[in-house]
């Protein structure tokens, strides 16, 4: 917003009054005695010129005034509505329009994307329940095969099913994530009954891979969803048990201090790398020990630190390769959750 820029805005203007005061002062000079006039022709011309150069200064201030801090928010991609230029000028009543029809077709724009969101999530969602239906059957067939004294294939459909309950139950937790807050309930929860339920889903991973499980005094308790926190700690504990070797050994403790409580699942199995432990809860990331699974879909992790970071508690986690891995929950006692907001 120079001064340069005003002058070349008001070219046709200048030039325009340039052209009078020329034809005014031929005019005077071919209608009147020279000797006489010439001085007074001078003096009109500075009085004019010096008119005409005051009101362009201060012409110059009240536009760059008019339009500095609509300019500072546009270019420093700040909300602009705020700052749109008041005024009559064509110019101040076409951004104004501009700005209000271009916010209408955002808001038109938004609203479609929240419909199909919507419908998306939905959809989801009852096919979630759909498919939980063949599921429940498949159990029922591992408990006839049961009785047919065929536990080995019994043993496979059933981690199988387990598998896939827990991915359909991923599925159905990553729809709602980006919607928690319409199903977010504080409560008062015991940390033990927390992990005893997330121990209950896991139990066939624990059993098939003869997993030894320690369980220290959990007796504490927290401010939290217990649906969410449910969800984080059901991943943790999976996630243990699946790259933990046969016969290996998860210890579940917890400590507690002046600010928080710290939940933890730690475990003897094949740790992480040094170069992966600060991608592991980016999304779709596997890393080394993904690679060596099939079953590894690197979304289980972003889901829970997602949804950790919306419910204000915090996932730490701390690793030596062929040594352990230890996951920490960290629940604070004065949580925010007047901060919970939706998305």
């Known amino acids: 917003m120079s001064f340069l820029k005003y002058l070349k805005d008001l070219s046709w203007t200048i030039i325009c009054f340039l052209l009078v ?52 928010a546009l270019y420093n991609k700040k909300e602009i509505d705020v700052y749109v230029p008041e005024g009559e000028k064509l110019e101040q009543k076409l951004i104004r329009e501009t700005v209000d029809i271009k916010n209408e077709e955002k808001l038109k724009e938004t609203e479609q994307l929240k419909e199909n969101l919507d419908e998306l999530n939905d959809y989801i969602t009852k096919w979630v329940h759909e498919i939980k239906i063949p599921l429940s059957v498949c159990e029922l067939i591992a408990d006839k095969i049961e009785q047919e004294d065929m536990y080995n294939i019994s043993e496979q459909l059933r981690q199988e099913l387990e598998r896939t309950n827990f991915l359909v139950n991923q599925v159905l937790y990553a729809s709602r994530s980006s919607s928690y807050s319409e199903d977010f309930i504080v409560e008062e929860i015991n940390i033990d009954s927390l992990v005893k339920s997330a121990i209950k889903t896991n139990t066939n991973l624990f059993i098939s891979k003869k997993i030894e499980l320690e369980i220290d005094d959990l007796n504490f308790e927290v401010l939290i969803d217990r649906k969410w926190a449910s969800y984080i700690l059901e991943q943790i504990i999976n996630n243990a ?18 600010e928080s409580i ?10 992480i790398s040094k170069k992966d432990i600060n991608r592991i809860f980016d999304r779709g990331f596997t890393g080394e020990n993904g690679r060596k699974t099939s079953k590894s879909t690197g979304m289980g992790l972003y889901i829970c630190k997602k949804i950790a970071n919306k419910i204000n508690i915090e996932i730490k986690v701390d690793s030596q390769v062929s040594q352990y891995t230890e996951f920490v929950i960290v629940f604070y006692k004065l949580s925010d959750y007047f901060n919970v907001t939706k998305m």
């Open 262 to 271: 710290m939940l933890s699942v730690k475990d003897n199995g094949i740790g």
């Open 241 to 258: 048990c699946k790259y933990v070797d046969i016969g290996g050994k998860i210890k579940i403790f917890a400590k507690e201090d002046d």
């Open 21 to 72: 005061v020329l034809i005014i002062n031929l005019i005077l000079l071919s209608s009147t005695n020279l000797n006489k006039s010439l001085n007074d022709i001078l003096y009109m011309n500075i009085l004019i010129f010096s008119i005409s150069f005051m009101f362009l200064i201060v012409g110059y201030f009240r536009w760059r005034n008019s339009y500095k801090e609509f300019k500072n």
